[in-house]
């Protein structure tokens, strides 16, 4: 299934002497928040550990006390869940990006533009109301909730034993131009398998814009109840986090003879400062564009080139001597750029602004051809491509 909101290269080129608009057919996939700011997790096993979703009343309801879900059952479609849930079918479509007629995959979450009543055991639930963290039910509100759904000819006068669910609030992220289940996982620091399993996504991992996602809480053993690791302490914004007392404090170390003081090192000349954009001392046939971090590699298919994050204003480098031989934008405006290097050589950069080069410039390797644009979307999309195939760049780059 084609990503909905994938752009696509749109350039012209020259006919004759590029040919591109075959080889800039495939899909320019573009992470636009990926990981920006935010480190790659590396305990794996950490993010795996994560809670089962809740189970939805027989409406499919799943409700907070912020906001209320829906989830899909085999076979419906947007229209079925609004009728079953008792709301306007074009509302629900138009607040998660589809039409009536979308037809949904199970366990696909539809976020509500609106409340509809509390799940109750009446509606299939465990408890009555919204799930509430642990400590926070309100057993009067709860009792209030009870005795309003009461029949007026109840006359049984058993104690009242209001229950409802408990269990952390999980964000609720809507999906931006450009983002994958896979960039949103590392965003969150969560698997993708937990991302995929809370909100059905496909084995694809297909995600569309403007789709609501719920990330995956950790298990109750993982955190104290309120999604804080049972072991961190929270302080107060700008009080800084309290020291650990280090292992020695409970038991002094020896007293040591102090060493005699080393002999005074001899000035030494600074290195000069190095321009990391132009890496003229690489051996390697290409630079890279920008210096900093790959948030995305390679992948036929789906990923025609690699994406490197770096920060908003970093200039964007030719990677090898060539001509530019085009200078265009997406169906999005996402700005790109094409330049044309010896031996049937294409490479592309896209998401720069404040362009410092023409069509039919002779450019160097190095040479400032912008820079990366503000905003979330802080990376820049390289491709190499050899006549009409896109190909690896890091081969060239290494």
């Not at 709301?87 to 998660?96: G, H, K, S, Y």
């Not at 789906?302 to 001509?323: C, F, K, M, Q, Y």
């Not at 999309?381 to 190909?391: P, Q």
């Amino acid at each position: 299934m084609t990503h909905p909101f994938r752009p696509r290269l749109a350039m012209a080129c020259g006919a004759a002497a590029l040919a591109l608009a075959a080889g800039c057919s495939q899909p320019l996939d573009m992470d636009l928040r990926s990981a920006m700011g935010n480190p790659f997790g590396t305990a794996d096993a950490a993010r795996d550990a994560v809670a089962d979703r809740p189970r939805p009343d027989d409406r499919g309801i799943i409700s907070y006390p912020n906001y209320q879900v829906a989830v899909a059952r085999r076979g419906d479609t947007v229209g079925d869940v609004a009728a079953r849930i008792g709301v306007d079918a074009a509302q629900l479509a138009r607040f998660n990006g589809m039409t009536p007629d979308t037809r949904l995959r199970r366990d696909e979450i539809l976020a509500l533009p609106s409340r509809v009543a509390e799940p109750s055991p009446a509606t299939g639930a465990a408890g009555i109301g919204p799930i509430q963290p642990p400590g926070g039910v309100d057993i009067e509100a709860l009792a209030g909730q009870a005795i309003d759904s009461a029949t007026p000819t109840a006359i049984e006068t058993a104690a009242l034993d209001p229950q409802a669910q408990t269990g952390v609030e999980p964000i609720r992220h809507k999906v931006e131009r450009g983002e994958t289940a896979f960039t949103i996982a590392r965003l969150y620091d969560v698997s993708v398998r937990a991302l995929a399993d809370w909100n059905g996504l496909d084995r694809d991992f297909t995600v569309r814009e403007g789709q609501y996602l719920l990330i995956p809480v950790a298990l109750p053993d993982e955190a104290d109840g309120t999604g804080t690791p049972a072991n961190e302490t929270i302080t107060d914004p700008g009080a800084g986090s309290p020291t650990p007392t280090p292992p020695s404090a409970a038991q002094p170390l020896p007293d040591e003879a102090p060493l005699p003081a080393a002999a005074p090192t001899p000035d030494l000349p600074e290195p000069p400062a190095l321009d990391t954009g132009a890496a003229s001392t690489s051996t390697a046939q290409m630079a890279y564009p920008v210096q900093g971090r790959i948030i995305r590699e390679y992948a036929k298919g789906r990923n025609e080139g690699i994406d490197i994050a770096a920060d908003p204003g970093t200039p964007v480098r030719a990677a090898a001597a060539g001509t530019v031989a085009a200078i265009t934008s997406d169906a999005d405006q996402i700005p790109i750029i094409v330049i044309r290097h010896p031996d049937n050589l294409l490479t592309v950069y896209a998401n720069a602004e404040a362009i410092t080069v023409d069509k039919g410039d002779s450019v160097s390797r190095g040479q400032q051809l912008g820079r990366i644009r503000s905003g979330d979307a802080s990376y820049v999309h390289f491709e190499v491509r050899k006549g009409f195939d896109s190909v690896d760049p890091m081969p060239y780059l290494e």
